[in-house]
């Protein structure tokens, strides 16, 4: 049987998107309803640094009932060359799925194309879908239904932005990406087959902010981008998450961020920490949501 994998959260049906939230809200107000991996173990491979992920996902496997294996790549093989196409037919006589935290979205792709077992984008270069599907919880924590909701991003076009276009107008929204010339994702979204919601691109960030539910921003220099980070911080500078932006949003908008956060530079400090936001449920929600993935995937209904 072909596995089922999470590379850009694009695979996904509407049905099953709206499925899998539903999920995670049951399993959150019961965290060991559910014993779907017991016996299992599940591999979650890091080639770049992360907290929220790998909590999330180590403290979720367990509450399934299953084996969280946390694997450094640069401990493995793969780091002196050992081909992807073996370490992915190894996995597979072992694990029940695989977790990889990795830069070009290729490398995930050629995992999957050889692993029998089903593979999760946990971060990528260009997509973080494990993330977008923790807002989307979040939004439906806050919202009974996501149908025509709109969502704006601000700030730099990139992995969380394109992933929160992709699942967002999946659930149908209307997500509104503002982003300074040069850091846009126009043209560069490729949209679920079955997304029903709009997608839309500005400069200004108060075009994307009017009306909207929520104002989403992400760091201004991502991993791998740092030989650029002075270039981004002058870019970005008009594209923080204040309080004056919330205002312009539509009443009772709140703020999220993926984390980690630089108070300062995409958001103040007065929004990361107030009252105005749902950030810190959002980084909870982690592994809610995941715990949902991980059973559509490896242990269907
Ligand atoms: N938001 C997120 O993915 O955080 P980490 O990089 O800490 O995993
Ligand atoms: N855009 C950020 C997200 C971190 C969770 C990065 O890729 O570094």
Not at 94 to 105: E, K, S
Not at 198 to 223: C, I, K, N, Q
Not at 285 to 296: F, P, V
Request: charge should be negative; aromatic fraction near 4%; hydrophobic fraction near 45%.
């Amino acid at each position: 049987m072909t596995p089922r994998h999470l590379l850009t959260g694009a695979e996904l049906t509407a049905a099953e998107l709206s499925a899998l939230l539903d999920r995670a809200l049951e399993l959150k107000r019961a965290p060991l309803a559910s014993q779907a991996l017991a016996g299992q173990s599940v591999a979650l491979i890091f080639q770049k640094p992360s907290t929220r992920t790998r909590i999330s996902f180590e403290v979720g496997v367990h509450e399934l009932g299953g084996h969280p294996l946390i694997l450094r790549s640069d401990e493995m093989q793969l780091s002196r060359g050992e081909a992807l196409r073996d370490t992915a037919l190894v996995l597979s006589r072992h694990v029940a799925a695989v977790g990889l935290r990795t830069g070009p979205d290729a490398i995930l792709e050629e995992l999957a194309s050889h692993s029998t077992v089903p593979v999760i984008n946990m971060l990528s270069a260009g997509h973080h879908p494990c993330q977008a599907l923790a807002d989307l919880l979040t939004l439906r924590e806050a919202h009974a239904s996501l149908e025509g909701l709109r969502l704006a991003y601000v700030g730099d076009g990139n992995n969380v932005a394109r992933s929160l276009a992709v699942l967002g107008t999946l659930a149908g929204m209307h997500v509104a990406i503002a982003s300074p010339a040069g850091y846009s994702l126009e043209g560069e979204v490729q949209l679920a087959p079955g997304a029903t919601g709009e997608l839309s691109f500005e400069t200004d960030p108060h075009e994307a902010v009017r009306g909207a539910a929520a104002l989403y921003t992400d760091v201004w220099v991502s991993m791998g981008d740092e030989p650029s980070a002075e270039q981004r911080r002058a870019a970005l500078a008009d594209y923080r998450l204040d309080d004056a932006l919330l205002d312009v949003a539509a009443p009772g908008a709140f703020a999220m961020h993926d984390l980690p956060a630089h108070p300062g530079e995409e958001i103040t400090a007065e929004v990361l920490y107030g009252e105005r936001q749902r950030i810190w449920d959002q980084a909870e929600n982690r592994r809610h949501a995941q715990k949902a993935l991980l059973e559509l995937l490896v242990a269907p209904a």
